[in-house]
Structure formats: C-alpha cells, structure tokens
C-alpha cells in the first residue's frame, strides 16, 4: 500500500500488531471487501473473545476453515443481523444461515452491529424513530437503533448528496474501511469502555489495547 494512501497508517498499525494480515502474494489489496471471516479473525483477536468450546452453527462453513471457530466465536453480535435479514429476503425458518459463508462480504450494517453490541453503547442516546431524520434511506436499516448509536459514536459517517444524508447500510465495508475504522474505535474509545463497562474479560482487552495503541 503506498504512503500516499487515505488509509495508509491504519493499514500499517493494523498489520505491525498482527491484527490484519496481507496476502501471502504480499499485497494488501486495500479496495478488497472484508469478508465475514477476516471480520470474525479481527473481532477476536481485539476484544480477546474465547473460541474454545464453540457451537457448529453456521454450518455450511466447514469445521476445517480457518476462521470457523472465530465466526462462531462471534455468533451472538452478528446473527441477530443476519437473522434479520434472511426474514427481509423470505427465507423460512432457520434456512438463511445457508447462506453464511467465510467469504460472504460484510455490510456496513452488519459491521456496525456488532461494535454497536460490543462497544455496549448507551441505549438512551437513540429516539425512537430519529433514523427517518437522520438518514434518506432509513428504510432501508435492520436495525435502527444500532446504527444510529454507531453513527452518533463516529463509527460510520454518512454520505451527503444533495443535502441529504445516506448511510448506505447494505454497502459493503473495504479492508482500507476496515482498518481505519477499528483503528479509530481502538485509540479512542477504549478508555470509555474501560470507565463505563465492568465486564473483566473487555477490561482486560481494553486495557491491551490501550498498551498497543499509546504510541500509535
């Protein structure tokens, strides 16, 4: 990735602390969507989520690949989503997690439900409804208030056009996107998490994250 690139010290941190990886042709193919299997490898690896002991859940994602304990790890802050939107697509039952794959390409929305759910944010900061006010495609969200309070955070700008703010949640989330999003969530949000949440085990993540980030 060129030094030149609007993502370029993210990209570098987020590789240097072994958070996200190139390709082993050596390239790091920065405009490439993230998939949900890099997602789940980076969700882990920063808030320290156990993967022993995980459920074969999404089951069409074989035991053997090299991210299924770690998408499974992080079942509870991706399938409410994904649940959500097998319904919107008219699948029955529990079919749509037919669909789940380590190569599926994660949305923006799917991206920022799950910081919103592990971040924890506070609840009482979304109006019911504030969504149709904020975003012109509003209609188009699963789940309005983790998005709100996720846009509210800084975890995701919206886009303007012609006055009018899009949030684009059916968007797919680039590894560059992906990089500096974490990276901001890291260096300055986890003293929040750590002030506001008495969970040990993100205490304790937080508290190595903030070690990893206080030179970046």
Known sequence: VPDT???????????NDGILSGYVDGTFKPSNNISLAEFATIFTKIFELPKDNVSNYFTEISKTHWAKDSIEAIRKYINPYYDSLGETLGFDGYSYMEGITGDLEMTREAFVYAVSKIYGYDESAYVQGEEKTLFADADEILFPKETVLAYKNGVINGEIVDGKTYIRPSRHITRAEASAIFRNLLKYDAKRVENEYQDNELISATNNLMDSFKNG
Not at 5 to 15: F, R
């Open 5 to 15: 690139h609007w993502a370029y010290n993210a990209i570098e941190k987020m590789q």
